[in-house]
């Protein structure tokens, strides 16, 4: 997966090199490990890094991005899993939003109480303890089959997710070389979207009405610790707690908090609701895991074609025509239907690619305006604001849902955009100047160690590997 996802990303806009196919010409020697014979730009493998360290480093850089595939292949479908199996219990949709915002809250807060438990205890045994807490997590909602008990259970996930996040990104942020950031950076986004898509295509493995699905995702979670247990990896810098300085970020970008809010509100009510949607609708498993999985793609695909459109345009017009294309693409979903699928799978697919998009913009919107030292604080904070959208996205859906029904969900994704895209507008119009535009990202919402990957961070020097 990280060979494809290399391949695909490596001519990035931020690496200017292109990558070339490198001939694996005999055995490994003195440690050096076959896994490096593959596509490298030519600038490396003429450079100091190409040898035995940097074969390491790029060895155990897989085996973190291999880890993590797993963890996200249970994640996925234990998301969808317990949509369908909510509905399936007759949980009120109101219920059923509370429960999956309980994992968003968890995810708020691990962000403040994974880095102590990282600095008392280490990244090692804390990635071995929160996996431990997540795989018993998964097989307790087989356990207590109740919405209060879901939502702790929920709640737990959520805070143990944030710091496997950390301890992973924070691995990864020791391991990248600085030449390297942008390519490492685009292969794990690609990583995490396609082990998202693909988690959702597991619920057509198991019998959801049995322990099956929940034991699955515990295996997932387990096997997860291997590749990390064997990677052989200097011991990271502990993890700073994050600071949402609103009040700086409002002044610095009123539009960077407003957006950051509305793309988690989305964002959090497509992951929590957007299941439950699909079996009130009378779709099938398949079709639930196709519509999940097609706007996850949608999200994969398009986020870069429209981030380069934003380095060339305003980016908040352009922020506003992606938000405004976000709402077009409902209008193909909306007729969904049993048995129908190409129009409303295409239509997917751009809400996906849009919607998705919108965070980035406004990250990438923000950074336009600040220094290199100050970006990793800021997108720190935009980063909270996303979560508390996300948690307050499926109750608030849930509620509508409760409300006017299941197709509900399609009209409060269209609003939310909307209201984004008009805030937008209306700045634009204010006449505050355009700045010169920093490099667009694609950007993960996963923890604070991951912003530190971002190459618009301003990095101290890597150390010397020679």
């Keep these: 997966m990280a060979l494809f996802c290399l391949l695909f990303c490596?001519?990035?806009?931020?690496?200017?090199?292109?990558?070339?196919?490198?001939?694996?010409?005999?055995?490994?020697?003195?440690?050096?490990?076959?896994?490096?014979?593959?596509?490298?730009?030519?600038?490396?493998?003429?450079?100091d890094y190409w040898g035995n360290r940097m074969g390491a480093i790029l060895l155990s850089i897989m085996s973190l991005l291999f880890s993590i595939a797993l963890f996200l292949l249970g994640v996925g479908l234990l998301g969808t899993v317990l949509g369908i199996r909510a509905t399936l219990a007759e949980f009120p949709d109101l219920a059923t939003g509370a429960v999956m915002s309980a994992y968003f809250a968890g995810f708020v807060v691990?962000?403040?109480?994974?880095?102590?438990?990282?600095?008392?205890?280490?990244?090692?045994?804390?990635?071995?303890?929160?996996?431990?807490?997540?795989?018993?997590?998964?097989?307790?909602?087989?356990?207590?089959?109740?919405?209060?008990?879901?939502?702790?259970?929920?709640?737990?996930?959520?805070?143990?997710?944030?710091?496997?996040?950390?301890?992973?990104?924070?691995?990864?942020?020791?391991?990248?070389?600085?030449?390297?950031?942008?390519?490492?950076?685009?292969?794990?986004?690609?990583?995490?979207?396609?082990?998202m898509a693909l988690?959702?295509?597991?619920?057509l493995a198991t019998e959801l009405t049995t322990f099956l699905p929940f034991g699955l995702v515990s295996i997932f979670f387990s096997l997860a610790l291997v590749p990390v247990s064997m990677t052989r990896v200097v011991q990271p810098e502990p993890v700073a707690a994050p600071a949402l300085g609103l009040a700086q970020l409002w002044a610095q970008s009123p539009l960077g908090v407003v957006g950051a809010v509305a793309a988690g509100l989305a964002g959090g009510a497509f992951w929590g609701m957007t299941p439950v949607f699909g079996q009130r609708i009378g779709l099938s498993e398949l079709g639930i895991a196709l519509f999940m999985s097609?706007?996850?793609?949608?999200?994969?695909?398009?986020?870069?074609?429209?981030?380069?459109l934003s380095d060339r345009w305003d980016r908040r017009w352009v922020l506003t025509l992606v938000c405004l294309g976000a709402v077009a693409s409902l209008l193909l979903v909306a007729p969904l239907q049993p048995g129908e699928r190409w129009l409303p799978l295409t239509g997917a697919?751009?809400?996906?690619g849009t919607m998705f998009s919108v965070y980035s913009l406004v990250v990438?919107?923000?950074?336009?305006?600040?220094?290199?030292?100050?970006?990793?604080?800021?997108?720190?904070?935009?980063?909270?604001?996303?979560?508390?959208?996300?948690?307050?996205?499926?109750?608030?859906?849930?509620?509508?849902?409760?409300?006017?029904?299941?197709?509900?969900?399609?009209?409060?994704?269209?609003?939310?955009?909307?209201?984004?895209?008009?805030?937008?507008?209306?700045?634009?119009?204010?006449?505050?100047?355009?700045?010169?535009?920093?490099?667009?990202?694609?950007?993960?919402?996963?923890?604070?160690?991951?912003?530190?990957l971002d190459p618009r961070v301003d990095r101290e020097p890597e150390l010397d590997l020679r």
């Design 10 to 47: 490596g001519n990035s806009r931020l690496t200017r090199t292109p990558l070339v196919p490198v001939a694996h010409t005999g055995p490994c020697h003195d440690g050096e490990v076959a896994a490096i014979a593959f596509m490298l730009p030519p600038t490396l493998r003429q450079s």
């Design 110 to 195: 691990g962000s403040f109480l994974c880095p102590t438990i990282i600095r008392r205890i280490g990244h090692i045994r804390t990635f071995a303890v929160l996996a431990s807490i997540a795989s018993a997590a998964a097989v307790g909602h087989a356990l207590w089959l109740s919405p209060l008990s879901w939502a702790l259970l929920r709640a737990i996930t959520g805070i143990c997710m944030v710091g496997l996040y950390m301890v992973v990104e924070s691995w990864l942020n020791v391991l990248a070389p600085n030449r390297l950031r942008g390519q490492i950076f685009s292969i794990y986004i690609a990583v995490t979207l396609l082990a």
């Design 199 to 203: 988690g959702q295509f597991l619920v």
């Design 294 to 308: 097609v706007t996850i793609l949608g999200g994969m695909v398009l986020q870069l074609p429209i981030g380069h």
């Design 349 to 352: 697919f751009l809400f996906g």
């Design 364 to 452: 990438a919107h923000v950074n336009d305006q600040l220094t290199p030292a100050e970006v990793l604080e800021a997108t720190r904070g935009l980063l909270l604001l996303y979560g508390s959208g996300a948690a307050a996205g499926p109750l608030l859906a849930g509620s509508a849902m409760g409300w006017f029904g299941a197709r509900a969900l399609i009209p409060f994704f269209g609003l939310t955009l909307l209201l984004l895209a008009l805030y937008s507008a209306w700045r634009t119009w204010r006449g505050a100047p355009v700045v010169e535009h920093t490099p667009f990202v694609a950007v993960v919402r996963t923890s604070p160690a991951a912003l530190e």
